[in-house]
């Protein structure tokens, strides 16, 4: 037993090594309870690790946090109680668990192992006691691995499962000591019976004929395991886990021996969790003829030899031989051409040569074209990198919770909106003008954020936040975009990390935002599809340019006023739904207490200083376009024929509309009243309609009336409407939610329902 202890306080570490130990770690507390009690400490912190093993710190958390304590200079105690030293670990290298106790000592904590007949005293004995309790320790857990190896060979080589995942088409059935079959286990069902065994037998039909699929395609149609996946994830079919297929899962499935009826065990190991390896063959236990089969032997067999004769490595001479081929046959060498060859994977050449390109010159090709667009995919990768990085800092810095998804680039974020990013990289016009080109997401999501790399660099040029309903097309966007575009346009991340801020739902906070309120109607009015945008192309007529750029404006201003609508809307919904005391209790059981900021309408002040805001930058750059020759020289000189305040604002409509042209500056003029104009005489028009110009000078006039109230909060809107959507939609996904809406407000249920 250990001699008395100084220190009054102290830390207990308990551990026990499976789930099945129920009473291991209370028997261990009440062991070091009772030699606290009778040393006199107190035990103010307790460390337990519950189902975990002994062999590394790794699968350890309450260990490495007691480490970390003690490292860190805690002074709560400076003593830490252990049963025995099996408890502390059973290290395959004594020298660890020795290790983890000089750190405790070098932070002034001292270790007293309670059951151990020794005291932990720093003496001679105590040192080689320890030693050789260490080493039984460990080879403790060798025996015992030895011994469960040994026995689950045996239970292999009699036909039982050992188990892992039945797989795609097979279930696991229970059977008894004496072979009845008893049920079929579900997804996470385990035997409860020692003596009861598992099987594999056959699943539903139409997984059984899913497999049957993916083998007659591979072996008779020569697809690959990439195209097999492909043709599965669009004919909506899921794999044994619930999500889509993968070259992985397939490639599992064509090569299972299960499939065919054998079970195979011990392929690989993990012995004492030092090191996974592969075993020869001649090692691997095995029962021919264990299950019932589901796939023929000979079309499993013909299967692995197809897989063979592709995955059979090629020497570099080979490779280069085969491109040389390619390159006679169609007088050039690309990616598509090597994969339809199916010699090799593209992936596998960059990894030999350094790079296609120096492949392709081993062949003798030499492509044509800039291949400049390689390093500036590198380059985009690194950004588009460092922007998840940022956004992922940014967020939980913030409090928000994220998650990163599966995919390109995609997050959750609160459990509601889901975000993709993209990075746009730049190209040049056919006059040499910076073009990026925005494509829409492949998937399901809510916001998509598009970087524009500025030229080769990896620094963002900026930043464009786009709503998924506004970029159901191809977007082509220049240094100078339209104003419903510019207004979805950011130097940074902030409109984002504004967007995903909650706050706590409460009751004072939401009355303003049904207060004076209309009555909420249950159709949500639809956004009008954002057209496809083409760029500016010149009219023969001033007349037909202006036309243009209003009709352009005007439908700009409609999807701006449908954003509004709907967002008021739904605002009015959600606002009047959670006020109701039981649904806000509904849920917090289901863990929402926060709501977005974008659900509170924000105050006519903010919304005042947007607009004064907006209409001073928007200014600003006129100005700035009128001076630093933005405009062409002629374009200048037709619009010099105006006055200052005109031109301003001709040129506030140039930037709104996104026309340069001479002929759009023709118009502008056209459109001015005659008190607009320099000299009131010099407004002559060859051709002009007086009709057709005061209705030009009237649309004007509308416009610069209407336009600038409508951009100024388009942006904002746009974004709010994500984050509330998003909202309602978690929302909807609540079916005890849905109940009370059903119960109480149909009205709300209606317009909640229509949200996609």
């Known amino acids: 037993m250990s001699a008395s202890i100084g220190s009054k306080k102290a830390a207990q570490y308990v551990r026990m090594s499976t789930d099945y130990q129920q009473y291991s770690t209370a028997n261990q507390k009440a062991a070091i309870a009772a030699y606290a009690a009778s040393h006199g400490v107190e035990i103010v912190a307790t460390y337990e690790d519950s189902g975990k093993s002994g062999l590394t710190i790794s699968g350890r958390p309450a260990l490495r946090q007691l480490i970390a304590d003690v490292a860190a200079g805690q002074d709560v105690f400076d003593t830490i109680l252990v049963y025995d030293v099996s408890r502390w670990g059973r290290f395959q290298d004594a020298d660890e668990s020795a290790h983890l106790e000089y750190l405790c000592r070098l932070g002034g904590v001292r270790l007293e192992y309670c059951a151990e007949p020794f005291s932990n005293d720093g003496t001679p004995f105590a040192s080689i006691c320890k030693v050789v309790k260490r080493a039984l320790a460990a080879e403790y857990s060798r025996e015992l691995s030895d011994k469960v190896f ?86 909506g079919v899921r794999s044994e886990s619930g999500r889509q297929w993968s070259k992985a899962v397939v490639k599992r499935v064509l090569t299972s021996e299960k499939y065919i009826g054998d079970s195979v065990w011990a392929r690989s190991s993990f012995k004492l969790q030092i090191a996974r390896q592969h075993n020869p063959r001649e090692t691997w236990a095995r029962f021919d003829g264990a299950f019932e089969p589901i796939i023929s032997r000979s079309l499993f067999e013909q299967a692995q030899k197809i897989r063979a004769a592709r995955s059979a490595k090629l020497s570099d001479e080979q490779i280069v031989t085969r491109l040389r081929a390619i390159y006679r046959k169609h007088g050039r060498i690309t990616a598509r051409l090597v994969k339809k060859g199916r010699f090799i994977c593209v992936t596998a050449i960059r990894r030999r040569f350094g790079s296609l390109i120096s492949a392709y010159e081993l062949a003798g090709y030499r492509p044509d074209r800039n291949l400049a667009f390689l390093a500036n995919n590198k380059a985009a990768q690194r950004l588009r990198a460092a922007t998840a990085d940022a956004i992922l800092t940014g967020m939980r810095s913030r409090g928000q919770e994220v998650e990163r998804l599966s995919g390109a680039c995609r997050f959750l974020v609160n459990h509601e909106i889901r975000i993709t990013v993209t990075v746009a990289q730049q190209r040049r016009s056919q006059r040499g003008h910076p073009r990026w080109l925005v494509k829409p997401a492949m998937g399901i999501d809510d916001l998509r954020i598009a970087v524009l790399m500025n030229g080769q660099s990896e620094r963002p040029q900026a930043f464009y936040f786009f709503p998924s309903a506004e970029l159901r097309k191809e977007c082509l966007l220049s240094p100078r975009n339209p104003a419903d575009l510019e207004a979805l346009r950011s130097n940074d991340l902030e409109p984002l990390f504004a967007l995903c801020a909650r706050q706590r739902l409460g009751q004072a906070d939401l009355g303003a935002a049904v207060s004076d309120a209309p009555p909420c109607r249950p159709d949500l009015p639809e956004r009008p599809a954002r057209k496809t945008r083409s760029q500016p192309q010149a009219c023969k007529t001033y007349s037909g340019a202006f036309s243009r750029a209003s009709r352009q404006m005007r439908d700009a201003m409609n999807r701006a006023t449908a954003v509004a609508l709907r967002l008021d809307m739904l605002r009015q919904t959600l606002a009047r739904v959670v006020l109701d005391p039981h ?174």
């Not at 930037?655 to 500056?665: G, P, S």
């Open 583 to 756: 649904l806000r209790e509904i849920l917090r059981a289901d863990g929402i207490e926060t709501a977005p900021y974008a659900l509170y309408h924000p105050e006519r002040h903010i919304e005042e200083s947007g607009e004064r805001f907006y209409r001073a930058h928007l200014r600003e750059a006129a100005l700035d376009l009128l001076g630093n020759g933005g405009l062409s020289r002629r374009a200048r000189m037709v619009l010099a024929k105006l006055n200052d305040r005109s031109r301003a604002e001709a040129a506030e409509l140039i930037i709104l509309v996104n026309d340069m042209t001479e002929e759009f500056a023709r118009a502008l003029v056209a459109a001015t009243p005659a008190r607009g104009l320099r000299d009131a005489s010099r407004k002559h028009i060859y051709g002009a309609d007086p009709r057709r110009l005061k209705s030009m000078v009237a649309e004007r006039e509308h416009l610069l009336r209407i336009a600038k109230p409508a951009f100024a909060s388009c942006g904002r809107n746009a974004l709010d409407l994500v984050a509330v959507e998003a909202f309602a939609r978690r929302l909807m996904e609540i079916r005890s939610v849905v109940t009370w809406l059903t119960r109480h407000d149909k009205d709300a249920l209606h317009s909640l329902s229509l949200i996609r």
């Open 150 to 235: 040994r026995g689950k060979r045996r239970l292999i080589e009699l036909g039982f499962r050992q188990g892992g995942s039945p797989g795609f088409g097979l279930r696991r059935c229970l059977v008894d000591s004496s072979g009845r079959r008893k049920t079929i286990l579900k997804r996470g069902e385990y035997k409860s019976i020692a003596t009861d065994r598992v099987i594999l037998v056959p699943g539903p039909p139409e997984e059984i004929a899913i497999v049957h699929r993916i083998y007659r395609d591979y072996v008779e149609c020569g697809l690959g395991s990439i195209a097999i996946a492909e043709a599965l994830n669009r004919d």
